[in-house]
């Protein structure tokens, strides 16, 4: 059985080894991790703004979920946001590229 991973451009599984997504066309990056091709994953970046903005949940506009934004932005002033986006920071920094693009897809 062949590992899969998402497409960069479409979300689209596609088998591990692929260079090229059949469905976009779009080539993808050969080294899978946290920096690919000199710029930092959505997963880095996710965890990043997760961790040191949490508080406002600018990680969540950052991965589309406008509402939870919101929702963060309304509380802020409780302390609430900034634990559970140090929570999900972490919980994104212990996730593989792949899993997330696979919860997270755009």
Same mark, same amino acid.
């Given at each position: ?51 040191? $903005?949490?508080? @406002? ?5 950052? +991965?589309?979920? !406008?509402?939870? *934004? #919101?929702? &963060? $932005?309304?509380? @802020? ?5 900034? +634990?559970?986006? !140090?929570?999900? *920071? #972490?919980? &994104? $920094? ?13």
């Amino acid at each position: 059985m062949r590992e899969h991973k998402f497409c960069v451009a479409c979300g689209e599984q596609i088998d591990f080894l692929a260079e090229i997504c059949p469905k976009c066309g779009v080539r993808q990056p050969r080294f899978p991790g946290g920096v690919v091709q000199g710029r930092i994953s959505r997963r880095i970046a996710a965890a990043l703004f997760a961790i040191l $903005l949490g508080t @406002f949940g600018i990680h969540k506009f950052y +991965l589309g979920k !406008i509402g939870m *934004g #919101i929702l &963060y $932005l309304i509380f @802020f002033w409780t302390g609430i946001p900034t +634990l559970v986006g !140090i929570i999900e *920071g #972490i919980i &994104y $920094l212990t996730k593989s590229d792949e899993a997330f693009d696979g919860q997270y897809q755009k």
